[in-house]
């Protein structure tokens, strides 16, 4: 092979992925792990070039750290401020950390924001768990003549959604006018 089409080869590849890279992050803010793997995906279904997968994850892991060197990319900031939206959502503290751990966020950054809300907020839970019944018309939001009928509807509405069994049962006995 000719040493000097592998370079220009190797120049475009690099130039689309850094592209595609900037176009993802104009609509999108996502994580290092979801851009590496937006980038990854791009490249075996569009660019389909003949690099093997460690060649071109090496080249995405490049250009991945010169954005964050930049500071275009930040899972610090972006763990806070997904943590905020999802807490303002009604998600619980357990489905948050989950959440942000499939996003691919390293449990550091997820235990700071989790920290934040927790010195900011009075029983984050508890808030959230009212938003939820809030939001789905469950709990003490329910017509009075129904609520024990979906009791345990309710109950497991609340469990997936992330709440211990204790929290549950305290909102679900709460009174509509509280």
Not at 52 to 64: A, H, N, P
Not at 157 to 178: C, H, P, T, Y
């Given at each position: 092979m000719n040493p000097i089409v592998n370079k220009s080869?190797?120049?475009?590849?690099?130039?689309?992925?850094?592209?595609?890279?900037?176009?993802?992050?104009?609509k999108y803010s996502p994580s290092k792990q979801q851009l590496k793997v937006f980038l990854l995906k791009k490249y075996l279904t569009k660019i389909k070039g003949t690099k093997?997968?460690?060649?071109?994850?090496?080249?995405?892991?490049?250009?991945?750290t010169?954005?964050?060197?930049?500071?275009?990319?930040?899972?610090e900031l972006y763990s806070?401020?997904?943590?905020?939206m999802f807490l303002r959502r009604g998600y619980s503290l357990n489905k948050i950390n989950q959440s942000l751990r499939n996003k691919g966020i390293e449990s550091k950054?997820?235990?700071?924001?989790i920290d934040k809300i927790k010195?900011?907020?009075?029983?984050?839970d508890?808030?959230?768990?009212?938003?939820?019944c809030k939001r789905r018309r469950i709990g003490p939001l329910r017509p009075e003549a129904n609520r024990e009928l979906f009791y345990k509807k309710d109950m497991g509405?609340?469990?997936?959604?992330?709440?211990?069994?204790?929290?549950?049962?305290?909102?679900?006995?709460?009174?509509?006018?509280?």
């Open positions: 080869d190797f120049e475009d590849l690099t130039t689309n992925l850094k592209d595609l890279a900037y176009g993802y992050l104009e093997s997968k460690k060649e071109v994850t090496e080249i995405i892991d490049k250009i991945i010169n954005l964050e060197k930049n500071r275009i990319l930040n899972d806070d401020s997904k943590a905020r950054y997820i235990k700071q924001s010195e900011n907020e009075i029983e984050p508890f808030v959230s768990a009212l938003k939820l509405i609340l469990a997936r959604g992330g709440f211990n069994f204790e929290l549950s049962k305290r909102v679900l006995d709460l009174d509509a006018a509280e």
